[in-house]
């Protein structure tokens, strides 16, 4: 983008050179609002579309803006929560399509080799393996190291629920001999601290005390002042994936956005556990349509 | 300390075992370890992931409903200065990264073995 607007200013240049200096000034003037206005839509749209973060299988009403440590605050789709869960789960909603399974598993014969030994595991984004290659993921050296097929039902940002939900639909497809699940407490947290806070996504999350110390983007900020801090852009983001120099920048750049971030645009709110847990799960069994807080 | 000794997740992971082994299956649970996601600035509270917080309630959930557990954060302990290393090298591999797996599925390995 950049070098298409230096080349517009140079043919700009060229082909005014015997204009007056006001029409000149006029014309690099509109070039570069324009350039400004082509980087800012293209980013926006980066952002809203970011292919990492967002995807079909996340299904909700409304963009919420999240915090990646990477790239700043975007927009996106919420992560499935609990009352959707409720709803795959009580109308039947075809999970394969919902959430897309980053594993198209063929379904197994219903008989067994000699000596098979089937492993499903359930679990989040780590067993899933995000951001990494599918041969590089624990799963797939484990299936070759083993020599027994593993069949992976994690979906990342999801918790413990939806690995019950996934369970009971897919055992008598696969099988198992073994049921694995790779716990990682963040979505469970997260997922209750959501509940609670009404934070829309947990910003930043730390230990405090007793509890833990949550600092959501106030909605009051305005979208304007969050794009432009936030470290560091798309563009830049990609552009500098392959420098050392802008990787060194990115991380400057991050460094100064938490310093600026934290003083002046973070809302803190306090989450205890001990007392939050109990607080969302009043009145609340573990069957069916009861997910539903 | 707080998470499982909730009704959420370790009622979640109970009844998940109940149904598998009535169905003749065996559940077992690992704990990931926060080395394989780990960053420096992140939303996520590694830093009180097991043992500090969750991780002996835990383990007390798993041994009282007899499930198999592998806590993999006390095994990566050794191996998490090498994987946070290659963590700060690439850009996008923070999240997950191809040298805290390989680890993974050598400790996972014998675990699953055993079950």
Redesign the interface.
């Known amino acids: 983008m950049i070098d298409v607007s230096v080349v517009c200013i140079l043919v700009f240049l060229w082909k005014t050179r015997k204009t007056g200096r006001r029409e000149l000034y006029f014309g690099i003037a509109a070039i570069l609002i324009f350039s400004f206005l082509s980087l800012f839509v293209t980013e926006l749209i980066l952002r809203v579309y970011y292919v990492d973060n967002l995807s079909d299988s996340r299904i909700g009403r409304k963009f919420v803006r999240h ?1 990646n ?2 790239v700043g605050i975007m927009l996106h789709k919420p992560m499935p929560g609990r009352e959707k869960l409720a709803e795959f789960y009580s109308n039947g909603v075809n999970l394969e399509k919902a959430f897309q399974l980053r594993d198209q598993h063929v379904v197994p014969s219903p008989e067994k080799e000699e000596g098979e030994k089937r ?1 499903v595991w ?2 989040d ?3 899933e ?5 599918n041969e ?3 799963l797939s ?2 299936e070759k ?2 020599g ?1 097929p593993h069949y992976s039902l994690a979906v990342g940002g999801t ?3 939806f ?2 939900v996934m ?2 639909r897919y ?2 497809v696969f099988k ?11 979505n ?2 997260e997922e ?1 601290g959501r509940q609670y806070s009404d934070c829309g996504f ?6 405090d005390g007793d509890g ?1 110390r949550y600092a959501c983007v106030e909605n009051k900020k305005s979208l304007f002042y969050s794009f432009f801090l936030q470290p560091p852009n798309m563009l830049f983001h990609y552009a ?2 392959w420098t050392v120099l802008g ?1 060194v920048l ?1 991380e400057a750049r ?1 460094e100064l956005y ?1 310093r600026i971030a934290e003083k002046y645009y973070y809302k803190p709110s306090y989450f205890h ?2 007392r939050d ?2 607080k ?2 009043e009145n ?1 069994d ?1 069957k069916g349509d009861v997910f539903i807080f | 300390m707080y998470l499982s000794s909730e009704k959420a997740v370790c009622s979640m992971v109970s009844e998940i075992n109940k149904d598998v082994t009535a169905k003749g299956g065996l559940f077992a649970v690992v704990m990931i370890p926060y080395v394989l996601g780990d960053r420096k600035y992140s939303s996520e509270p590694f830093d009180v992931y097991p043992p500090q917080y969750c991780g002996n309630a835990f383990v007390d959930c798993m041994s009282r409903n007899e499930i198999p557990f592998l806590n993999l954060h006390e095994a990566f302990d050794d191996a998490s200065l090498d994987v946070n290393d290659k963590n700060t090298v690439f850009l996008f591999d923070r999240h997950f990264n191809a040298g805290g797996h390989e680890k993974a599925a050598e400790l996972l390995f014998a675990f699953e073995r055993n079950c």
């Open positions: 915090y440590t990477d492993i359930l679990g984004s780590m067993t393996g995000a951001q990494v290659s590089e993921r624990f050296l484990l190291s083993t027994q918790s413990t629920d690995a019950k369970i009971d055992y008598d198992p001999d073994i049921v694995i699940l790779g716990f990682y407490p963040l469970d947290y209750f947990a910003s930043l999350f730390e230990p833990f500098a994936y990787n990115i991050k938490f556990p001990a847990f109990k969302l799960f609340n573990l």
